[in-house]
């Protein structure tokens, strides 16, 4: 037989997949490493009865915020324990929040330390208590008795009057304690938007006006860091500066690849290396210096010539400085910075339930990001390059160097050789043993609409889109591998919502294309247009993963299983 190699493989971008040489794998094993989840809702999911659905499950579960703060706060009498730090509770603690998913991390803090905590406020997104309350999720919210003052804000995921009225609040709060009081912050995905105070006289419009110029011109999100640190006040470890000389306790759960402290958020206890100079020299490049609001480009200007001054009179005599009040380092010094929650922690979990259920797993990457079509294409590729690869040692089928251009093409993509070989190994091994493998991918992709003209964009989300694009690839490969192999797709966002859908994301197969085609629809249009939700929801009624909100964030994760089938003829 020859493979259908010429069909399926293309060029792609290479940055497609990323970090996959960071990849492992894990021997079968029992249920080693299981957190006990009793106390938490187990029933995630709309359909549980699928094994990939149940493997998100477990992950969805080991990252919901009030069980990674119980992990991380221990009390004992009077004294809070985190990480071998001590704090004295004497009815002296005070709590701020900002993020999606920092209600049920309110809620934990209030169970273990509610007697201690004497005032707070939570900035939040618009509409997110009623649709916990919704939910029945009533042990991610806020006590009835709560001291905690939750303000929703941020609609669209845009600074509003609302979310600038909490970060006033939260200044205002952080900058009346004392030595001998401790603040508790908590955040997660979506804090920059909820925590937005502009240094004066910049005003909201201002602000919002040149980030969204930024991102329009293809800048990072390093970039719009940058800028949001050098023209907010609680931002770039203003946060921390406004507490001082309080203790500071910063639980994070991360939606960030890599976890950086000075980027989830943007960082609000962490010390800024930034410089307004940065952020003039980012407007000059991106050519739109000439559209930034001149309040921007003022106070970044002052600020540029004061930190130039300051500079030289502290070199000069350090005791002279204009700046007389204790360095950002001092400051720092009094806050204690803790991921408590991660897409690693995920990630893990899925690993332990899909070995519990008898999956040979392997983690193909940690780090993922790269256009949601290119990856889902990558991962359709690699689990047909799997196989092919099987079939061939095992019947002496296919062209050899067939199988050698496949594999070039996927190292070209980004696929780290050695983590090919190993996945490959791994997958053998669990064939010949009639087993089935699961390949974990963990981290965030992105969608580039190119809607307009005739092409209307559609609904959907990155996770949708990734598992669309899988199937349109597994598609071309079906003839050949249907009577050998079974091979599933799950991509989907731990915080359960996937775009402007009610849907957390899409679980494929080898035949949800041939679905489409037999009620005659093209699933490459509905990839084109962007709507991947109305595909699914057209051709396959459990195609679509519901879980409602979940209440987390860690970003998405996608399941690989490919099963051989008991009959090979």
């Not at 259908?4 to 940055?15: D, H, M």
């Not at 800028?227 to 203003?238: A, D, S, T, W």
């Amino acid at each position: 037989m020859r493979f259908p190699f010429c069909r399926l493989f293309k060029t792609i971008s290479a940055q497609s997949l990323t970090k996959v040489g960071s990849s492992r794998s894990r021997p079968m094993s029992s249920t080693q490493g299981h957190e006990d989840n009793t106390s938490q809702d187990t029933s995630i999911m709309k359909y549980g009865d699928h094994g990939a659905l149940d493997i998100f499950n477990s992950a969805i579960r080991a990252v919901l915020p009030q069980s990674l703060v119980e992990k991380t706060l221990t009390r004992s009498d009077n004294v809070l324990v985190i990480r071998n730090q001590q704090y004295a509770l004497a009815s002296n603690v005070h709590v701020v929040a900002f993020g999606k998913a920092v209600l049920g991390m309110v809620r934990a803090v209030e169970d273990m330390l509610g007697d201690h905590i004497i005032s707070g406020i939570a900035s939040v997104p618009v509409g997110i208590q009623d649709t916990l309350l919704s939910a029945g999720k009533h042990e991610m919210l806020p006590r009835p008795e709560s001291k905690i003052n939750v303000i929703e804000g941020a609609k669209n995921n845009q600074p509003d009057v609302q979310s600038l009225l909490a970060a006033r609040q939260i200044h205002d709060l952080v900058t009346s304690l004392e030595e001998q009081q401790l603040l508790i912050v908590l955040m997660s995905g979506g804090g920059s938007s909820l925590l937005s105070l502009p240094i004066p006289p910049i005003t909201l419009q201002d602000m919002i006006s040149v980030t969204g110029l930024v991102s329009m011109c293809g800048a990072s999100i390093e970039d719009l860091n940058t800028v949001r640190k050098n023209i907010e006040v609680l931002k770039g470890g203003g946060l921390a500066m406004a507490a001082h000389p309080a203790k500071v306790v910063s639980l994070i759960l991360s939606d960030v690849i890599g976890d950086p402290l000075d980027t989830i958020a943007s960082g609000p206890t962490m010390r800024d290396q930034s410089t307004p100079a940065q952020c003039l020299n980012l407007f000059t490049r991106l050519g739109i210096s000439d559209k930034v609001p001149e309040k921007i480009l003022d106070m970044l200007e002052k600020r540029m010539k004061f930190d130039k001054m300051t500079a030289i009179v502290q070199h000069t005599n350090k005791q002279e400085s204009p700046l007389n009040v204790p360095m950002l380092a001092d400051m720092t010094s009094c806050v204690q910075n803790l991921i408590v929650g991660n897409n690693s922690i995920a990630i893990e979990a899925a690993v332990c339930q899909a070995e519990a259920q008898g999956y040979v797993t392997f983690i193909l990457s940690s780090e993922q990001s790269g256009e949601a079509r290119h990856v889902g294409q990558i991962l359709a590729k690699l689990a047909c390059f799997i196989c092919w690869s099987y079939i061939s040692k095992e019947t002496h089928e296919g062209s050899n160097v067939d199988l050698v251009k496949a594999e070039l093409e996927l190292i070209s993509l980004g696929v780290g050789k050695k983590s090919l070989n190993e996945a490959i190994s791994i997958c053998q091994k669990a064939f010949y043993a009639r087993k089935s493998a699961c390949l974990i991918v963990g981290g965030e992709t992105t969608v580039t609409l190119t809607g307009g003209g005739s092409h209307k964009t559609g609904k959907g989300g990155r996770n949708q889109e990734l598992a669309l694009s899988a199937a349109i690839f597994l598609d071309e490969a079906r003839e050949s591998l249907d009577k050998r192999f079974t091979i599933e797709l799950l991509s989907a966002g731990t915080d359960g919502i996937d775009g402007p859908t009610d849907a957390a994301g899409a679980i494929i197969d080898l035949d949800t294309v041939s679905k489409g085609n037999n009620l005659n629809l093209s699933a490459r249009r509905f990839l084109q247009s962007h709507d991947s939700y109305t595909y699914f929801e057209k051709v396959d009624d459990k195609a679509h993963i519901i879980t409602g909100h979940t209440g987390t964030n860690v970003m998405d994760l996608q399941l690989l299983i490919i099963s051989p089938k008991n009959d090979d003829s």
